[in-house]
């Protein structure tokens, strides 16, 4: 039996908040590995001056930036599921399109954010990096957010918030 056209539309955006979460999820792991690998066994640019990879001031920047970027990720992905609730409790064309821009907009944010913290430009020069296995984080990531692309989403959300278009229910926004 097939389901009705609401709960499809309504699936799609639990199951694509399902992915943002994972990308989301990925993100924060690598954060924290990184920043405990970075304050306890990386080693400093020879250049930086200091003695310490946690006291170059290139390092200490790219560990202020990216938890902006992993917390607002996760402030998208909670606005996300907030939207979805309320479509599952009043479910009309506008809400369930609400909650599908949502979902949207937390997935094409978490997707670059999931594979930076992994990457190891950032923290540590070398090759001990890859040692620790850290860039599975990096990996995991990559592959999760290849099967949905993105730019796609952030097409829709454009129609939607300029044009006031509703997304297409399909399965993959």
Request: hydrophobic share 45%; aromatic share 6%; net charge neutral.
């Amino acid at each position: 039996m097939l389901a009705r056209r609401e709960d499809r539309t309504l699936h799609v955006a639990y199951s694509q908040l399902l992915h943002a979460a994972i990308d989301v999820g990925i993100a924060g792991g690598a954060l924290e590995e990184a920043l405990e690998f970075v304050r306890t066994k990386a080693r400093p640019w020879f250049e930086s001056g200091h003695d310490r990879a946690a006291g170059d001031p290139f390092v200490i920047q790219r560990a202020g930036e990216l938890p902006v970027k992993v917390r607002a990720a996760e402030a998208l992905l909670d606005r996300a599921a907030q939207a979805v609730d309320t479509a599952r409790d009043d479910r009309t064309d506008e809400t369930a399109a609400a909650a599908s821009i949502a979902v949207a907009a937390a997935k094409a944010f978490a997707d670059p954010v999931a594979v930076e913290p992994g990457n190891a430009s950032w923290a540590a020069p070398g090759p001990a990096w890859t040692g620790l296995n850290l860039h599975r984080h990096w990996r995991n990531a990559c592959t999760h957010t290849l099967h949905d692309p993105a730019r796609w989403k952030i097409q829709h959300i454009g129609r939607y918030v300029l044009n006031g278009r509703l997304p297409p229910r399909h399965g993959l926004l």
